[in-house]
């Protein structure tokens, strides 16, 4: 027996819509078995096989799909928790610090550093010093041996036999009184001058010593400021670099919070999309699986019906034979 292509939509079946009561399904398959009913279509061969397409018992067990695509609304995002308590940076307070002894320790060395000229230049002044007494003092020697070499020439021509020289001409002449006394003057004012000397120069040597002294001691200050100046830049240049590296952590672990969270609110829209869209087929299956059940009620009760119209019909016929049976001759 050759059949129609089975249908799986019920309501399209019975032409009626999926908000449709009882009393509608009910009216609508009274509508359709007259039909489709084979006792409603005798002059159609096939009436029995359509019929039988629409038994609700020979229906696939597979409900149809109705629902239409929904379009889910994603839930808003729950607020972000509180941040936590981080301790608190302390690089600034670090920073301010290093400064503050940086400069100081610049003043420092800027104070140092004129204080050394200044020592510098009295200690060259005072070497100067020196240097001119030392002239001074071989100026006053060379003319002493002049003086000396004079006067032992004269004593020596004085005391000879044959007073001219032939090689080195006339003996000079004697000095004068007046010459003598202007010598003797001359011989007074160099060991006076020599006495003055030796008396400036241990003073001048006293005080050499003493501003070179000054001297090392500030360019030794000046050399600790220096080297402690470099140990603060090293130190603030350090935890300059900590802060960046800190920074660059912060931000790190910032990028992977915020793409956790867009994770998270991702995984959780998607997890209500299926939330609803299983529940949505959970209850299209629901109200598909009780159709079926009306439906096959439905049909058994027509069913049923329509056996007593046909048992009532037989009963009728055969009480109609017989009295026809009675009646003939």
Known sequence: MVGSTITHDYYAVLGITQTGDEDLIKASYKRLAKLRHPDKNLDNPQATA??????????PNQPPTHAPNPTPTPTPAPPPPPPTTKPTNNTPFRLAQLDSALQALQTRHTTLTTALTTATAALHKTTTSLTNLSTQEADDAAAAAAAAALAAAATR??????????FSGPPPPAPTAEEAAQQAEEADGRARRAVERRTGRLVLEAKRAGQAATVAELRGL???VEREMGEKRRVRAEVVREE????????????????RERRERERRMWDEMERKTREEREK??????ETRERLRKVWEEMERRRREE??????????????????QP
Do not use: T
Request: proline share 3%; aromatic share 12%; glycine share 4%.
């Open 310 to 327: 046909r048992e009532e019909e037989q009963k009728k016929a055969r009480r109609h034979g017989r009295r026809w049976a009675i009646m």
């Open 157 to 166: 021509n004085s005391s000879s036999w044959f007073p001219f020289n032939l």
């Open 50 to 59: 359509d019929f039988q397409l629409y038994d609700p018992n020979n229906l």
């Open 244 to 259: 960046w590296a800190r920074g660059e952590r912060v931000r790190r672990e910032e990028r992977e919070r915020v793409e």
């Open 284 to 289: 299209r299956e629901e109200r598909e699986a």
């Open 222 to 224: 000046l050399e600790g």
